[in-house]
């Protein structure tokens, strides 16, 4: 077992196999020759709400929603979090659900979080390019988000967006619908290697005492944990 903590004073005490098995970064800070290597606990850089969806996420595959308290926010630091801890199950968990709920408004607070942190060619970031590009209006702006939180926006992500502004608008010239790859085609967000390994169906086993884990792919959150005789689906 190893406790994950995080500054606010939340603890949870994990299984050290269940962490490594969906994290290398993880593997190599608890098995490899890093200085944390020597502890048995681990600094989460997340806040505490942030924290118990993970480790729910961990053990159930999971994620909650607005109607069950996690918001868009929380949603980019998880995969933040997820990107720096190289978590690749969680990150298409969270692209999952960011495209199946549809969001109306895309607050410059949370692009800025994204943008701070992501590189272009990361998939959160990618999606909020296709979603300014298909459904920002400037009906739809908050004039309490002008200021200091559209200024922090980068110019790359803004010529991004203009770019796709600029094809939506040569197709509706020409007749055509533009189809909206943010909000209906997720598997375009899962960094999926190659049409092979999207396509795998393999599931790999692992076991510790009492909890046996199998994955997708090892990459996909299908996983099933049994403890104590209670079994739950991860979908």
Known sequence: M???RTTCGWKALIYKTLLCHYSKYYEAAIYGEFQEATRDCLNLNLDRDCAEWFV???YSGRLGGPESGTDLEDLFKLYI???EKDILALRRDVMTRLVHFGFDYLPYREIALATDSL????ALYRWAVE???NHWLPTKDDPCQQ????ERLPKEFMHLVMCGLSERAELLRNGKKPICLCCREPCRFHEH???NEWQESEFVTLTVKKLVLISFSNQHASVWVTWNALTVPRS
Not at 119 to 122: K, L
Not at 147 to 150: F, L, S, V
Request: negative net charge; glycine residues 4%.
């Open 2 to 4: 190893i406790e994950l």
């Open 56 to 58: 729910q996420w961990l």
């Open 81 to 83: 979090f997820a990107d």
């Open 119 to 122: 590189p272009p060619s990361a």
């Open 131 to 133: 979603w300014y590009s």
């Open 147 to 150: 200021g200091q939180e559209y």
């Open 193 to 195: 290697k190659s049409y």
